[in-house]
């Protein structure tokens, strides 16, 4: 993103940021727009940057916004959709979080470990807040073949009130996944979850050790995870796939790469790389072409002429605890698909689909 423009001057950046409207995914009619170019010199140890939009949208109560981030310096553009609901004051699109200890606003999918939080619901301006805590680690997902469908006991392990003043102070802990309401006789709210220390990122034994079970078999995995020197076992696994070191090194920067991006993308009121959407990207890699709509996603994978495709699509679910959560249509017609992509995988190549 940032380039040296000029000699012993700090690298620059510049970005297009641009938005626009619609009543909903089918809609193509453009209600509002803009845009606006930024020039950005990079700063010590900066790691964002925060810009905002102030939108034409007094008179609507749910809408789309769709977002474009372009690098002009790269050519390259990025873009993400937002789906707005003025109606509900209860969801989690009426809480903000912010960084305790520097006041910013923190926009994760996720609460870092060991670190404090002020929540507000300015719109509401409550009492109190009721936070619902949920110890219980839901499973990866099952292979898009499997008829296995993964359950979320919705009965919390606990339940504390904190009072509020212009805001709570929510100190992490424990791992697991917490919700955060201002009336517990309504379903809505704030939900993020504390994984792993290094979560999004892949750092640890454990974060390396559980994305291989879409790899291995159980008893493969269950032998791995029992050994005294996981790391070793794990090691051993990525050599033995690939058969010579370098290859066994490129073979993990791409694998967990990809698992990384699943935390940062796809994690709901789980881990990114343990959703539906996560398994499928980190198994087959990114799609060809996406196809969004309001009730889901279609992931196409197809060869350079359009001859053959793999089609996978989710279900976006209706769930208290996030907007984020789809569900694949499963089928046992994925089955030899599935095998061969982990059966390339475990020869030493990453997977991609046939050209």
């Given at each position: 993103m940032?380039?040296?423009?000029?000699?012993?001057?700090?690298?620059?950046?510049?970005?297009?940021?641009?938005?626009?409207?619609?009543?909903?995914?089918?809609?193509?009619?453009?209600i509002?727009?803009?845009?606006?170019?930024?020039?950005?010199?990079?700063?010590?140890?900066?790691?964002?940057?925060?810009?905002?939009?102030?939108?034409n949208?007094?008179?609507?109560?749910?809408?789309?916004?769709?977002?474009?981030?372009?690098?002009?310096?790269?050519?390259?553009?990025?873009?993400?959709?937002?789906?707005?609901?003025?109606?509900?004051?209860?969801?989690?699109?009426?809480?903000?979080?912010?960084?305790?200890?520097?006041?910013?606003?923190?926009?994760?999918n996720?609460?870092?470990?060991?670190?404090?939080?002020?929540?507000?619901?300015?719109?509401q301006?409550?009492?109190?807040?009721?936070?619902?805590?949920?110890?219980?680690?839901?499973?990866?997902?099952?292979?898009?073949?499997?008829?296995?469908?993964?359950?979320?006991?919705?009965?919390?392990?606990?339940?504390?009130?904190?009072?509020?003043?212009?805001?709570?102070?929510?100190?992490?802990?424990?791992?697991?996944?917490?919700?955060?309401?201002?009336?517990?006789?309504?379903?809505?709210?704030?939900?993020?979850?504390?994984?792993?220390?290094?979560?999004?990122?892949?750092?640890?034994?454990?974060?390396?050790?559980?994305?291989?079970?879409?790899?291995?078999?159980?008893?493969?995995?269950?032998k791995?995870?029992?050994?005294?020197?996981?790391?070793?076992?794990?090691?051993?696994?990525?050599?033995?796939?690939?058969?010579?070191?370098?290859?066994?090194?490129?073979?993990?920067?791409?694998?967990?790469?990809?698992?990384?991006?699943?935390?940062?993308?796809f994690?709901?009121?789980?881990?990114?790389?343990?959703?539906?959407?996560?398994?499928?990207?980190?198994?087959f890699?990114?799609?060809?072409?996406?196809?969004?709509?309001?009730?889901?996603?279609?992931?196409?994978?197809?060869?350079?002429?359009?001859?053959?495709?793999?089609?996978?699509e989710?279900?976006?679910?209706?769930?208290?605890?996030?907007?984020n959560?789809?569900?694949?249509?499963?089928?046992?017609?994925?089955?030899?698909?599935?095998?061969?992509?982990?059966?390339?995988?475990?020869?030493?190549?990453v997977?991609?689909?046939?050209?």
């Amino acid at each position: 993103m940032f380039v040296e423009v000029e000699k012993n001057k700090p690298q620059k950046s510049k970005v297009l940021i641009s938005y626009q409207i619609y009543s909903s995914f089918e809609s193509n009619e453009l209600i509002d727009s803009a845009s606006s170019t930024l020039e950005i010199f990079r700063k010590y140890k900066q790691k964002n940057v925060l810009y905002n939009f102030n939108m034409n949208d007094d008179t609507l109560s749910n809408y789309l916004v769709k977002i474009y981030v372009t690098d002009i310096f790269r050519r390259k553009t990025f873009h993400s959709y937002l789906t707005v609901n003025k109606k509900n004051n209860r969801t989690s699109q009426n809480f903000i979080v912010l960084e305790a200890k520097t006041f910013k606003p923190y926009y994760g999918n996720y609460f870092r470990p060991k670190k404090n939080y002020i929540i507000r619901n300015d719109r509401q301006n409550p009492d109190s807040l009721f936070i619902s805590y949920y110890k219980k680690q839901r499973l990866p997902a099952a292979p898009p073949f499997s008829s296995l469908v993964q359950t979320f006991d919705k009965k919390p392990d606990s339940v504390y009130r904190q009072k509020y003043n212009n805001g709570i102070i929510f100190s992490t802990k424990s791992k697991g996944m917490y919700f955060i309401q201002n009336d517990t006789s309504h379903t809505e709210g704030l939900a993020k979850g504390i994984f792993n220390t290094y979560y999004p990122l892949v750092k640890s034994t454990s974060d390396m050790l559980e994305p291989l079970q879409y790899l291995t078999s159980s008893k493969e995995f269950a032998k791995l995870n029992k050994l005294e020197n996981k790391k070793l076992g794990i090691d051993n696994f990525w050599l033995k796939a690939a058969g010579n070191y370098d290859e066994a090194r490129e073979l993990i920067k791409i694998f967990y790469n990809r698992v990384t991006f699943a935390n940062l993308y796809f994690a709901s009121y789980t881990e990114g790389w343990k959703t539906d959407r996560g398994m499928i990207y980190i198994i087959f890699g990114p799609p060809k072409m996406v196809s969004k709509k309001a009730a889901g996603e279609k992931w196409i994978y197809s060869d350079n002429r359009n001859y053959k495709s793999l089609i996978f699509e989710f279900e976006r679910k209706s769930n208290n605890f996030s907007d984020n959560e789809y569900v694949l249509i499963r089928s046992i017609n994925y089955k030899s698909d599935w095998y061969r992509a982990v059966d390339t995988w475990r020869k030493g190549k990453v997977y991609s689909f046939p050209k």
